[in-house]
């Protein structure tokens, strides 16, 4: 059974850094694109970031673009998100999640897996 699971989440102050990790289990992780998503309280969830299966294609939302940079490590069956220079806004429970398929493609359908979230607080 596929699954995948969020962990680096926590309390930061403004301006500080967290490394997320979505550990898969259940599949072969290289086949599979990974996105990572976002809901704020009182808020839509998000997509924020999405790396290929194969590494070479990455992409982010303006909000983030420069700040975070989305990783993966195959052969730890792993992705991660680096996330710089944090601000309040970036408060939310991050989730990893998969379409099943190789690209990304859009952030609004078709993602099928999805992990239990890590909460991440920006506050001073």
């Known amino acids: 059974q596929l699954q995948l699971v969020e962990s680096g989440g926590g309390l930061v102050q403004p301006g500080g850094s967290l490394r997320l990790s979505c550990a898969a289990s259940?599949?072969?992780?290289?086949?599979?694109?990974i996105g990572w998503f976002r809901q704020a309280p009182g808020k839509e969830r998000e997509g924020i970031s999405c790396?290929?299966?194969?590494?070479?294609?990455?992409k982010y939302i303006d909000s983030v673009k420069g700040r975070f940079t989305i990783s993966r490590d195959n052969a730890k069956k792993s992705v991660y998100l680096q996330m710089n220079s944090l601000k309040p806004e970036d408060t939310a429970v991050y989730y990893c999640?998969?379409?099943?398929?190789?690209?990304?493609?859009?952030?609004?359908?078709?993602?099928?897996?999805w992990g239990q979230g890590t909460q991440v607080t920006v506050s001073s």
């Open positions: 259940g599949f072969t992780l290289e086949d599979y694109g």
């Open positions: 999640a998969s379409r099943g398929l190789r690209i990304c493609g859009s952030y609004s359908e078709g993602w099928r897996y």
């Open positions: 790396i290929s299966s194969s590494g070479a294609t990455t």
